[in-house]
């Protein structure tokens, strides 16, 4: 009985190790709901980014949708409808593809 009393009064290494347990916690809640799913949506847009061709159809992030008929190393070269302009955005601007291959299924 004694020693159990000695055991919970301690404030040794022990101590400091369970108060440490629940920033540990924290940190690991952190990064499994925050910071992983955002690492993973960062590589599946460069991803997409990289592989752009001619022919697919984008919407940028400002809601221009139009195809790709030029690249450049930053830049894309779209055609917009109905006028057939041709505008050229920066790559990073893309927020969707639409390849040719989902275009004839449709």
């Keep these: 009985m004694l020693w159990g ?6 404030d040794g290494a022990g101590g400091s190790l369970v108060s440490l347990l629940p920033i540990v916690a924290i940190f690991l809640v952190f990064y499994f ?16 980014l990289a592989d ?8 940028t992030s400002g809601g ?6 030029g690249m450049k190393d930053e830049y894309i070269v779209l ?8 505008l050229e955005v920066l ?16």
């Design 52 to 59: 752009l061709k001619n022919g697919d159809r984008v919407t």
């Design 91 to 106: 790559r990073s601007a893309v927020s969707s593809v639409q390849t040719t291959g989902e275009q004839q299924s449709s």
């Design 64 to 69: 221009i949708h139009g195809t790709i008929v």
């Design 5 to 10: 009393v000695v055991l919970w009064q301690t």
């Design 79 to 86: 055609r917009v409808p109905p006028e057939q302009v041709k």
């Design 33 to 48: 709901l925050l910071i992983l799913p955002n690492q993973k949506r960062q590589k599946k847009l460069q991803h997409m």
